[in-house]
């Protein structure tokens, strides 16, 4: 009789974070108006803005950047470390630095290497952290996450930048009600598409930051090569890498860009490589795809729907792949070096 196997610590320690990632995402947006009021006020004054973080932060950017334009606003996420090797000049311009721990390498160097932080502020889950104490912060609700691999993290940093965007005249309750009641999607089957791939590659248009940010928790876990590219990107060569041993997840959302995850989802099929869809577009589904289906939404009603079933997916693919998923061997939580 086989034992049954024991989950990893790892992931054990990331389950408590997802458990209470929902709750501490409303307490943040609730508790960070204040500031957020002020972030706005700089953005209004600006009309520009850069975002820089680090990873996963770096992924939550990228996946708000086309938020911020929608509102006419001059926006683009940028690697803090691609800022401190190419500067962009960030005169007139609103900056925010997103920083989980606000204890990164690269938070230390930039501050310590520009001077006029008048229209910078931060997004951290720790107050008195380096960046918490240094600038103007929105404070996410529950503290550091301890957990390798970041999920209540990005949750939470959304609800932050929600705060911001809803100051700016959007209206969150659609995304507050994705938060307030989770949908429960069943992972079988994508799990499944993905059995035997040899590298997953995540793809989206105005959802790709989302796709980066699963790209990144899959290969921090199952220690696999996963990356992510932006749609048209894909089409642009890389479709020579598909087939059988591909796994391709495209997220589609209900907007404008729709279309074009739809083409590329026929032309993966076509091409013999395994695909998941996650799926708010409201529109029919592929054939040949595993679509996990949500309600028709977009923008951060549709991320915060997708990203929880994103992460179950992501921690049981490495679970499948690696004994000891969810505990680092190479690297940390905090990244202290450059």
């Known amino acids: 009789m086989t034992a049954e196997k024991q989950r990893p610590a790892g ?16 307490a943040s947006f609730e508790s960070n108006r204040e500031v957020a ?22 992924a939550v950017a990228r996946a708000v950047e086309p938020l911020y334009r929608a509102h006419g606003i001059d926006a683009i996420a940028l690697p803090l470390s691609e800022q401190l090797g190419q500067p962009l000049p960030l005169v007139g311009k609103t900056v925010i630095v997103t920083s989980q721990s606000g204890e990164s390498a690269e938070v230390f160097r930039w501050f ?24 103007p912060c929105l404070v996410g609700a529950g503290g550091t996450e301890l957990a390798f691999a970041a999920t209540r993290s990005l949750t939470v940093t959304f609800a932050l930048h929600l705060a911001i965007l809803a100051a700016l005249g959007d209206d969150p309750d659609a995304a507050l009600a994705a938060l307030e009641v989770p949908e429960t999607v069943a992972i079988d089957a994508a799990l499944a598409a993905l059995a035997n791939v040899a590298t997953v590659v995540t793809s989206g248009r105005s959802l790709q930051g989302v796709a980066e940010a699963l790209a990144l928790g899959l290969t921090e876990l199952s220690r696999l090569p996963c990356y992510s590219l932006e749609g048209g990107q894909l089409r642009h060569g890389p479709m020579e890498m598909l087939g059988e041993r591909i796994g391709i997840v495209l997220f589609r959302g209900d907007d404008p860009t729709s279309d074009l995850v739809t083409a590329m989802a026929a032309s993966v099929v076509e091409a013999g490589a395994r695909l998941i869809v996650f799926d708010a577009s409201g529109k029919p589904e592929v054939a040949g795809a595993v679509t996990l289906r949500f309600k028709p939404a977009s923008g951060l ?36 070096s450059e």
């Open 301 to 336: 009603a549709a991320i915060f729907a997708m990203l929880p079933v994103a992460q179950r997916l992501m921690i049981a693919f490495a679970d499948s792949r690696v004994e000891n998923a969810g505990t680092p061997v190479r690297t940390t939580k905090i990244t202290r």
């Open 37 to 58: 009021a002020k972030v706005t006020t700089s953005i209004r004054r600006n009309g520009r803005l850069v975002l820089l973080g680090m990873g996963a932060s770096h």
């Open 11 to 26: 992931l054990v320690a990331i389950d408590h974070e997802m458990a209470r990632q929902h709750e501490d995402a409303l």
């Open 112 to 135: 310590a290497e520009t001077a006029d932080h008048a229209e910078t502020f931060g997004l951290t889950l720790e107050a008195g952290s380096f960046l918490g104490r240094t600038v």
